[in-house]
């Protein structure tokens, strides 16, 4: 049988040997195949030189194939030992498959050499590496020597659509409030559901919303409701049913139709994420070294002449790209190509979309008999390297909106993006309103400084602009509804800046919106704040300053206008306990208003549990001006069937305990699994037989009755490795492999099942009839398994997933000429720490 399935045997056996050695020496190891005899005591002529120096066998190994960590292939490949002292194996892989992963290995080799045995390593700068335990070859192979087409192609072929499954993901949150100065009583119930069905590429998803309020009323409202499924073709996503519009350039319109849009996730790094072309001219060739920040992040070999450069992956959106061009003749070339971006810039020849129509879906409250239908499209083409083109068109039979831009990246300035809309409205009972906007946006961000900073201003040039909702909803418009008031200005800033020497980062942000009110006063709502945060040795500080104004109403209510014009500062400072308690924290806090409204309050909280499942928080405050005393105390538990939570906090004259719970349940064909709560793409563990595995990803996953488990929030279209905690497997049960590799579409239940071997863990001592230990090297197989388990030094073998009892056949010598058989029955035997050992008679 392959290889593959004796390694984790041999692990064991080369392990027993070396503990059953009676000396130990500094020299080099080495073990003397005359040493071997058969039950007489006749020496064996049997070749043991595998055994002197690896664990693992040449031959043929059922192996996955990775190049430059993506997955493109599972097959048997033929592994030989190298030359020289080296302890490694040499994947033989033809040229012909070299090829068809996309490496340009005829680029090599001569053609003399077409479809034979070849040595991956022998390509300049590529690299690979064999891992047994877990059946897989990586090869590292440079840039230049890749056709990314190929392997992108081979990775979509990856792409899984996961299983059929059935899920409804919970979270109920439930509240009992009580005033003691009135007497009164609020209880308050809630709940979010999403539920779903997924059947090949199809998805089924609804997400509701319950509630029942104190006086027993009950309420269900649908959010949304709507079929899905991936076109991989088009690199997008096909939408029918209930949802909201897709858009950059407009704002999102909840509808019942149908949507169509890009789905850049689809797209390899190198194409979806922007990034401008690098191109200069070579006079001899050359090699190419792109770095950010400091940092390496591509590498390739150029011809003399012009070169383009389009793959380039950057790390951030903030940095300029420093490209090393160095001549095989030792000249050095260096030069800048400036960067930054906004969501709008996209690559040279790309193209993004969405296209919407339907029926415009109010919310509850806002529903009338009127049926408005719209389409609504946007596209997004990259033009050059640095000029993104951009536009959108909404209509309706009373309402059209037209927009068109362009985003471009400065070099040494920024990216910044300009675009215009023209609306025009035609509401009922009025006369037509038409609008003009324009919307400036700039980004620039300087990492190797600590900056960022964003901006985003629109101008609206006409006081009759309406978006397509606003349209929608007039017949609501009243003066005294800000909602509908006539928007004049909006600028929005962001600034983060990272101070040096440690000593902290600054954040600042600013929103001022101005508009027209009915009586042709201008009313605005403007915000201001700026903090400070910093980590010392022993605690951690931060301090922030918010200034709100809304003029937007004449409150009458003094206490309201109070709130709609204020100005707060507040500081926190937060102490990590260490030792035993390293896993908890104190913090204090204050806050102040500019009614001299102030806070001071102090808590405790931390972490509890080996797998630090409880989360837990108890504060203690008080409040000037006659507001006296309050506290909270409030704790999360986390397990891998679901979260639950629960609070009590009380205030002058209130109390409220409060409580929740969230989860999910998945049914498919191999059974039912209780989790955490989902995310948009996950995976389904499959342990059959075998119940209590954890994994190593950090997702509280743990395997149930039907051996199901479930690691959430996946990242769609990519690679994803789920890796089981090996430490966990239950005394009966063994996997070949604990790590497993996915590449979900998006929305997918994918399954990572794993071949589990149920069944008894023995180390048995096996002697022939004359009382002579069995030789090294001689081999026991299972009754009607090919499974091979090799004997060590003193006779010892490892057995695992044996039955309780069973025929063993052992075999030995260079033609395997020498063989016997023994039975067994542990029910009467003891195991120590999940093992049986003892010893048996072959015959």
């Not at 050059?384 to 039979?397: C, K, R, V």
């Not at 409150?555 to 937060?574: E, P």
């Not at 010598?813 to 050992?837: E, M």
Request: aromatic share 12%; charged share 20%.
């Amino acid at each position: 049988m392959p290889a593959s399935a004796k390694h984790n045997h041999l692990s064991v056996l080369i392990l027993l040997s070396l503990l059953s050695s009676a000396d130990l020496v500094c020299a080099e190891d080495y073990f003397e195949p005359t040493f071997v005899t058969d039950p007489s005591g006749k020496r064996l002529s049997v070749d043991l030189t595998p055994f002197r120096k690896s664990a693992y066998l040449p031959g043929t190994y059922h192996v996955d194939i990775f190049i430059n960590d993506n997955y493109v292939d599972t097959r048997d490949i033929n592994f030989t030992a190298s030359d020289g002292n080296s302890e490694e194996l040499i994947p033989c892989l033809p040229d012909t498959l070299l090829i068809q992963y996309g490496i340009k290995a005829d680029n090599y080799l001569s053609d003399n050499h077409s479809g034979q045995c070849y040595d991956p390593g022998n390509i300049p700068d590529t690299s690979y590496r064999f891992i047994p335990s877990e059946n897989r070859l990586i090869v590292s192979v440079p840039q230049i020597a890749l056709d990314n087409q190929i392997l992108d192609k081979l990775i979509e072929q990856r792409w899984d659509d996961g299983i059929s499954a059935v899920f409804a993901d919970y979270n109920l949150s439930g509240r009992n409030q009580k005033n003691t100065k009135y007497n009164q009583t609020d209880n308050t119930l809630y709940l979010n559901l999403r539920s779903g069905i997924n059947a090949g590429a199809w998805r089924y998803r609804n997400y509701g919303i319950w509630n029942r309020e104190s006086d027993g009323s009950q309420h269900w409202e649908t959010q949304l409701n709507y079929i899905e499924r991936p076109l991989r073709a088009l690199k997008s996503r096909l939408l029918f049913g209930d949802n909201y519009s897709d858009s950059q350039v407009f704002e999102a319109i909840p509808f019942r139709g149908v949507k169509m849009w890009s789905d850049n996730q689809m797209y390899p790094d190198y194409a979806g994420v922007y990034a401008p072309a690098i191109s200069g001219t070579a006079s001899v060739d050359s090699a190419i070294e792109v770095s950010q920040n400091g940092r390496v992040i591509y590498r390739t070999n150029v011809p003399a002449g012009p070169y383009e450069i389009t793959d380039v992956v950057p790390l951030n959106n903030g940095d300029n790209l420093d490209v090393l061009q160095t001549g095989i003749d030792g000249s050095i070339q260096r030069f800048i190509v400036p960067f930054s971006v906004l969501d709008f810039l996209k690559r040279k020849g790309h193209l993004e979309y969405s296209l919407t129509g339907g029926q415009y879906r109010p919310s509850e409250k806002n529903k009338d008999n009127n049926k408005h239908h719209f389409l609504q499209t946007d596209a997004f083409y990259g033009l050059t390297d640095n000029i993104t083109l951009f536009g959108g068109i909404q209509a309706s039979s009373r309402y059209r909106a037209y927009d068109m831009g362009a985003g471009i990246n400065i070099p040494d300035l920024g990216a910044v993006s300009a675009d215009v809309t023209a609306t025009h409205a035609t509401p009922e009972h009025t006369r037509d309103l038409n609008g003009q906007a324009f919307r400036l946006r700039y980004s620039k961000g300087l990492n190797s400084y600590g900056t960022n900073i964003t901006f985003l201003g629109y101008r609206y040039m006409r006081g009759d602009y309406l978006t397509m909702q606003d349209m929608f909803d007039f017949r609501r418009n009243t003066p005294d509804n800000q909602s509908y008031s006539r928007r004049k200005n909006q600028f929005d800033v962001t600034l983060t800046q990272q101070l040096p020497a440690s000593a902290g980062q600054i954040s600042a942000t600013s929103s001022y919106q101005t508009y027209h009110s009915y009586d042709n006063n201008e009313q605005k709502v403007e915000s201001y704040n700026i903090g400070y945060s910093n980590s010392f040795r022993y605690f951690s500080l931060n301090m922030n300053y918010t200034f709100y104004k809304n003029t937007l109403n004449n409150y009458t209510d003094n206490n309201i206008r109070d709130k709609n014009n204020d100005h707060v500062l507040s500081m926190n400072i937060s102490i990590p306990l260490t030792g035993k308690y390293k896993e908890n924290w104190i913090n204090y806090g204050m806050s102040t208003d500019k009614n001299g409204d102030t806070d001071n309050y102090a808590g405790v909280g931390g972490l509890a549990f080996d797998d630090r499942s409880l989360s837990w928080n108890v504060q203690q405050g008080y409040g000037n001006r006659g507001r006296g005393n309050y506290g909270s105390a409030y704790g999360t538990y986390k397990h891998a069937y679901g979260d639950l939570n629960a609070g009590y906090s009380y205030q002058k004259d209130n109390r409220q305990y409060s409580y929740g719970a969230s989860g999910s349940l998945i049914m498919s064909e191999y059974g039912i699994a209780a989790t955490r709560p989902l995310g948009e793409t996950n995976a389904l563990i499959y342990t059959p037989g075998a119940q209590g595995i954890t994994t190593e990803n950090e997702s509280g996953a743990l395997t149930n009755y039907f051996g199901l488990a479930v690691t959430p929030n996946l990242i769609p279209y990519r690679s994803n490795i789920i890796r089981l905690n090996q430490y966990s497997l239950p005394d009966n049960a063994e996997v070949d492999t604990p790590l497993k590799e996915v590449y979900p579409t998006r929305g997918a239940i994918v399954l990572a099942d794993y071949s589990t071997q149920i069944g008894q863990k023995m180390l048995v001592t096996l002697h022939d009839t004359a009382g002579n230990t069995l030789p090294f090297g001689a081999y026991a197989t299972l009754n009607g398994s090919e499974e091979r388990y090799y004997v060590s030094n003193y006779g010892r073998v490892y057995l695992s997933g044996a039955p309780e009892s069973d025929e063993i056949q052992v075999v030995w010598g260079n033609k395997n000429q020498y063989q016997c058989r023994f039975t067994y029955d542990i029910s009467s035997k003891k195991k120590v720490n999940g093992l049986y050992i003892f010893d048996e008679t072959c015959r």
